[in-house]
């Protein structure tokens, strides 16, 4: 890349200051567009180092059941793919420096249209993408030209990845390396710091990217094991589920939502931080 964009420079600041990565992630559109834009608006000054967005789709098939009824509900509300750009071009108007990374899965990019989105995304503000279910052997037709556009490609290793096809998972990867905990869906069981360690240590023996560690990060207490052997920690799940206990029977956002969310990501900033 022709010069660092916003993941490299937060994780080289974070790095300056001996800090670990704090990074959340929530579906855009969730409960509905308005709550989902305060909570992602207050983000950062709660504490968050880079924020992931999921865009919502009809079967995300790494995800546990919190993040797929959010998904479905999020869809449910009228999110599309175009929205979530324009909720990263609002959030810009404010953070220009915050990294935004999109997580989500190849259909709704491929039905937008790879050229289009791409461009879309540049100019709305993304820094990277994480694709669970594009397979680095498979992703040049949307690597390259996201390359092209100073945006990163976030690869995620996991548990059965083997020595073999590590390597494979490693090449052009760029951004920070998303090192899953657990082996299985999001938010279904808690990781095993001392094995992480393991895992840690022997992938930096083949990448100077950052590592990060998601999947199985529930807690305060959590954040701050899992950041103690990697670079930063994702949560997720435990978010979306803090967000849902503030809902109605009819998913509709009880008085305090923003604030007790925020507050709950702030907690689990803080003890990031703290690794």
């Not at 998904?71 to 509300?77: G, I, M, P, R, S």
């Not at 990019?109 to 503000?125: E, N, P, T, V, W």
Request: proline fraction near 7%; glycine fraction near 6%; include cysteine.
């Amino acid at each position: 890349m022709s010069k660092p964009n916003r993941i490299e420079k937060r994780f080289a600041s974070l790095k300056e200051a001996n800090k670990k990565a704090f990074i959340t992630y929530v579906t855009a559109g969730y409960p509905n567009p308005e709550a989902y834009a305060e909570i992602l608006m207050g983000q950062a000054k709660s504490g968050v180092d880079l924020i992931e967005i999921g865009f919502p789709f009809s079967d995300p098939m790494a995800d546990g059941p919190i993040i797929q009824a959010a998904n479905v509900q999020a869809l449910k509300e009228g999110m599309t793919l175009a929205k979530v750009l324009e909720l990263v071009t609002l959030f810009r108007k404010e953070d220009n420096e915050t990294p935004i990374v999109l997580m989500g899965y190849y259909n709704p990019i491929y039905s937008y249209g790879i050229m289009r989105f791409l461009d879309d995304a540049a100019k709305a503000g993304v820094d990277g993408f994480i694709i669970p279910d594009l397979p680095p052997e498979e992703d040049a037709e949307f690597r390259l030209p996201a390359k092209d556009r100073d945006i990163n490609i976030i690869r995620l290793v996991t548990p059965t990845t083997d020595a073999k096809r590590l390597p494979t998972v490693l090449k052009d990867s760029s951004g920070f390396l998303y090192c899953v905990s657990i082996a299985g869906i999001t938010g279904s069981v808690s990781a095993d710091p001392i094995h992480l360690n393991t895992t840690v240590e022997t992938l930096r023996k083949s990448t100077d990217l950052p590592i990060v560690i998601g999947f199985g990060v529930n807690t305060p207490d959590q954040a701050r094991d899992m950041a103690k052997a990697a670079d930063g920690v994702i949560v997720g799940s435990a978010i979306v589920k803090r967000i849902t206990a503030n809902l109605d029977e009819d998913y509709k956002p009880r008085d305090g939502l923003t604030a007790d969310v925020l507050g709950f990501v702030a907690t689990l900033a803080k003890a990031t931080h703290s690794a």
